[in-house]
């Protein structure tokens, strides 16, 4: 199947600071690229869409200033969390959709703990 | 409204036994996808299985089969002869018009040996 590779798989970060997550498709045109975020024993919730070359569409109650979404290329979408403070630590994970397949592929997931 | 219900969160049974996930789903749209999905400790989603919603035949793999039934809005998830490689959260998902998945709550599988 197709590939989507997240890096960094965990990152530890000090409060006040930023953190960039990149989700890159390996082998296919993402045309679109969803970030979910995942608290411990939790689902998985839905954070924005991004389509490439526009704006990112946020889910209610994201903070789309905190949450900086760049979706540059097809193969390329970045997930900032700016002034990143311990309450944002969680598990965020992206996934691709090429648009063509109703199969959405997802990254490994990045462990984010702000200390 | 787009709902996904995964009644049971956490589920445990000995090795070798059978465990049925159960998975219920809401959504006004008559075309949609479902999925099934594995995360083990390690955290990635691992996909199992996407069925359409004109397609109702139950699918078997291995080990693992599926009974969607619409009658009944539920898509289960049966392991047989489980392992403790099995043990694992499972999240059912419901692909909506939008192209954004929902999922369920997630169910934690223990399999004990």
């Known amino acids: 199947g197709a590939v989507v590779s997240q890096h960094p798989s965990r990152v530890i970060c000090k409060s006040g600071t930023s953190v960039k997550i990149e989700c890159r498709s390996l082998?296919?045109?993402?045309?679109?690229m969803f970030w979910y975020r995942q608290f411990p024993k939790q689902s998985l919730m839905l954070m924005a869409t991004?389509?490439?070359?526009?704006?990112?569409?946020?889910e209610q109650g994201v903070e789309k200033d905190k949450f900086l979404i760049n979706h540059a290329s097809l193969t390329l979408s970045t997930l900032t969390v700016t002034s990143a403070h311990p309450e944002d630590s969680s598990f965020y994970i992206c996934?691709?959709?090429?648009?063509?397949?109703?199969?959405?592929?997802f990254g490994q997931g990045t462990r984010l703990t702000v200390v | 409204a787009q709902k996904v219900t995964q009644a049971q969160t956490e589920i445990s049974v000995v090795e070798k036994e059978d465990v049925t996930l159960d998975c219920v789903y809401e959504?006004?749209?008559?075309?949609?996808?479902l999925f099934w999905y594995k995360q083990p400790p390690s955290g990635e989603l691992v996909f199992l299985i996407r069925?359409?919603?004109?397609?109702?035949q139950n699918e078997i793999s291995g080990r693992y089969s599926w009974n969607f039934q619409k009658s009944t809005s539920s898509f289960n998830f049966t392991i047989t002869a489980s392992q403790v490689v099995d043990s694992a959260v499972y999240f059912c998902?419901?692909?909506?018009?939008?192209?954004?998945?929902?999922f369920g709550k997630g169910t934690r599988l223990h399999i004990l040996p």
């Open positions: 996934s691709a959709s090429s648009g063509v397949s109703t199969l959405a592929f």
């Open positions: 082998d296919f045109q993402a045309t679109t």
């Open positions: 991004s389509n490439e070359g526009s704006k990112a569409t946020y």
């Open positions: 959504t006004r749209d008559t075309t949609y996808y």
């Open positions: 069925r359409n919603s004109f397609d109702e």
């Open positions: 998902a419901l692909l909506n018009r939008d192209d954004k998945i929902i």
